[in-house]
């Protein structure tokens, strides 16, 4: 008589292969710090996670669009800044030719070209300031503003110069206008938007990182539950064998 232990062998064997199997996905979930590595891990929770993941990149995106906005004004900003300064420079030129009347020729004449180079300055500002390829003052298509270059300051006479510095008083007020709608558009609008964009992508990555991050401590756990599991298994499914062996033994041998 032979009595047959293949299927509680077998019956420790596919428990043995299931253990097994359970401590390598642990394994793998704490080496990629991920609890979903394939698919079949968690259908639901991987196309989940992966629309989540779609959308944090779109935000993404979107906070690197309004961080080069951001970078553009205030490049722009800059540049104003720098065309509120020859506007002030040539004023202190048309002021000085309104009250020439004690100074020689050379000395008015002198007047005059400061402020030919400071308008020259002042337009070459507003023709070739740039972010990257893109013009900014020029009024071209994505630029910032279209600021008008100076197209002449008559300092001949101090009535001319007076004329003058009204009209660059004009100017100055457009321009510093200029200024605080760039300033305000950055703030209020561009640097409000990414803030609010950050805080929706933190959210969101916080949201698929509950998804898609492993629980370390809950897979050690598990980890060391299985190990322990495949130890007695394996000893269980050793002992088993021993004991059909010599029980076989002594019925063959009567």
Do not use: C, W
């Not at 205030?74 to 004023?91: E, N, P, Q």
């Not at 009347?101 to 337009?123: C, F, M, P, T, W």
């Not at 070739?128 to 008559?154: P, T, W």
């Not at 980890?223 to 063959?252: D, F, H």
């Amino acid at each position: 008589m032979m009595i047959n232990y293949n299927s509680i062998t077998n019956h420790g064997i596919f428990n043995i292969s299931d253990i097994n199997n359970s401590i390598a996905s642990s394994i793998e979930k704490l080496s990629s710090g991920r609890a979903i590595n394939h698919a079949s891990d968690d259908p639901a929770g991987t196309i989940l996670s992966q629309k989540m993941a779609s959308q944090i990149g779109a935000i993404e995106q979107k906070i690197k669009n309004y961080e080069m906005q951001s970078s553009k004004l205030s490049a722009a900003g800059g540049h104003i800044d720098s065309l509120s300064a020859k506007l002030f420079d040539i004023r202190d030129s048309a002021v000085a030719a309104a009250n020439s009347g004690s100074l020689d020729k050379e000395q008015v004449e002198a007047i005059k070209r400061a402020a030919n180079d400071s308008v020259k300055a002042y337009n070459e500002i507003v023709k070739n300031s740039s972010f990257g390829r893109q013009k900014l003052l020029d009024g071209s298509k994505g630029s910032v503003a279209d600021v008008e270059e100076i197209s002449e300051i008559d300092l001949s006479t101090p009535e001319k110069a007076a004329e003058a510095i009204e009209q660059i008083d004009k100017i100055s007020a457009d321009v510093n206008s200029l200024q605080g709608e760039v300033g305000a558009h950055q703030s209020q609008e561009v640097e409000s938007s990414i803030s609010n964009l950050e805080q929706e992508f933190q959210n969101l990555s916080e949201a698929e990182s509950g998804i898609s991050d492993a629980d370390y401590a809950q897979e050690y756990s598990n980890l060391v539950a299985n190990q322990i599991k495949l130890q007695a298994a394996t000893a269980m499914l050793s002992q088993g064998n021993l004991k059909a062996s010599t029980l076989n033994l002594m019925l063959s041998n009567p």
